[in-house]
Nanobody, 112 residues
Framework: QVQLGESGGGLVQPGGSLRLSCTAS????????VDWYRQAPGKQRELVAS???????NYADSVKGRFTISRDNAKNTVFLQMNSLKPEDTAVYYC??????WGQGTQVTVSS
């Protein structure tokens, strides 16, 4: 069973940046699409960004132009660079593939 681990969350002021990391226990990111999701308190989990094995990316309208998903296959890691953060970006962020379960996620809090 391949496992994923998210890290990089924290408390940041509005307008700030964070880079989230998603590391796999095995080399799967070169052959599977990877998604970043987030879930804010009292809200449903939503898809934020995706990256295919070929490197094509897709973003939710709410984060376009501010978030960038990327992948380092050699390090079995997918990143989510988040810039110009807003309070409404506050959520627990999760990475997911078709063959992995939901992990613990990493908390992102945007507040002054």
């Amino acid at each position: 069973q391949v496992q994923l681990g998210e890290s990089g969350g924290g408390l940041v002021q509005p307008g700030g940046s964070l880079r989230l990391s998603c590391t796999a226990s095995r080399s799967i990111f070169g052959i599977l699409p990877v998604d970043w999701y987030r879930q804010a308190p009292g809200k449903q989990r939503e898809l934020v960004a995706s990256i295919t094995p070929g490197g094509a990316t897709n973003y939710a309208d709410s984060v376009k132009g501010r978030f960038t998903i990327s992948r380092d296959n050699a390090k079995n890691t997918v990143f989510l660079q988040m810039n110009s953060l807003k309070p409404e970006d506050t959520a627990v962020y999760y990475c997911k593939t078709q063959v992995t379960n939901w992990g613990q996620g990493t908390q992102v809090t945007v507040s002054s």
